[in-house]
């Protein structure tokens, strides 16, 4: 409990006295080394070692926890803990090797929705920007219970986690694109973009724009299964993040050299333009306020007419393409509240690799059985 902690105050008082340049240094005693460091040591936790005793329990039978009194909140609050930890790309790395990996993999598969998503979504910070996890997990077979939640969970955050996983997973990693592929993942985004929840909409759009961009021969995969016609009808949605992602992916087909006058969307010619007209229309109608917020959705309505028709859209001739003021750049407010010295050391400050954290009660560790 926090009441029984080391005194803070004297803590402070103590290292302001010994460091504030008034006095020449001094050799400290034992007794002051000894108590300063169990100051600083009841304050932190070695992180192998916890992330060693939260394998331990992941390794567990879900039985065994049960009849330790463990329940599925205090397993989510394990999986919490997890997650801060290996936002360092050396602990993501070092889970494997003491064994975490796998069984973390497994909670994909885990009886109750919420520690299934919450797995997906420790799954994706650990691969997030980092090959070396991102193979590791493919090696695990871990693409595999990501794509089963993603498709085919009754439970739309289980879904869009797995989601979201999959797309960090997947991303500038080669052979997980192919996987995808294979695996009919495509099919499994038609039904995601169909969904009522915008967010796990969002997350689709974005990953098939990400995938287009990357290989604009899936663009045939996307028309075959009439991908572009949900998009257009997103390009409507009340959500602007939506609709924004959905003008992305558009973008993206109208680019592809293949598809005729209109990239890959020259079936939809017309709808497209009948929407376009609509969302420029609707942009023109706006107040000052939203016309600044739409910013992004400005742009992209003006890309991808220009993409599609070779002139520039009517946004441009409304001067609604660019308003006063946005391309200056942004007034510098924080700089004169910043001493030259500290700026230099904020710049060429680095923390350690193996970070220790602030200790928090392991509520997870597993007790005795109870009586019969």
Known sequence: MAKDGPN????????????DGTRPTRNLSEEDKRWFMEAMQSQTVDVIKRMKEITMVMQTPEQVLEAQGVTAADIEDMLDELQEHVESI?????????GGLVPLLGYLKNSHANIRAKAAEVVSTIVQNNPRSQQLVMEANGLEPLLS?????????VRTKALGAISSLIRHNKPGIAAFRLANGYAA??????????????????????????????????????????????????????????LRGLIE?????TGGSNGGLGEEDEKLKQI???????????????????????QLVDSLWSTCYKDPSSLREKGLLSLPGEDDPPPDVASKHFE??????????TGDSKPSVKKQEAPLLLGPSPPN
Request: with cysteine.
């Open 189 to 246: 985004l038609r039904d995601a973009v169909g969904a009522d929840s915008a967010r796990f909409q969002r997350k689709a759009l974005n990953l098939i724009q990400y995938l287009l961009h990357e290989n604009h021969s899936d663009c045939n995969v996307v028309n075959e299964l009439g991908l572009p016609r949900v998009m257009l009808h997103l390009a409507l949605s009340e959500d602007a993040e939506v609709r924004e992602a959905a």
């Open 340 to 349: 030259p010295p500290l700026r230099g050391w904020a710049a060429n400050h």
């Open 90 to 98: 050396d602990m993501a790395n070092d889970l494997h090797s003491i």
């Open 253 to 257: 087909l109208a680019r592809d050299k």
């Open 8 to 19: 803070w105050d004297g803590l402070l008082k103590w290292s302001i006295a010994n460091s």
């Open 149 to 157: 939640n993603f498709a085919s969970d009754p439970d739309v955050t």
């Open 276 to 298: 376009l007209e609509e969302r420029i229309k609707g942009i023109s109608l706006m107040s000052p306020e939203d016309l600044g917020a739409a910013r992004e959705e400005r």
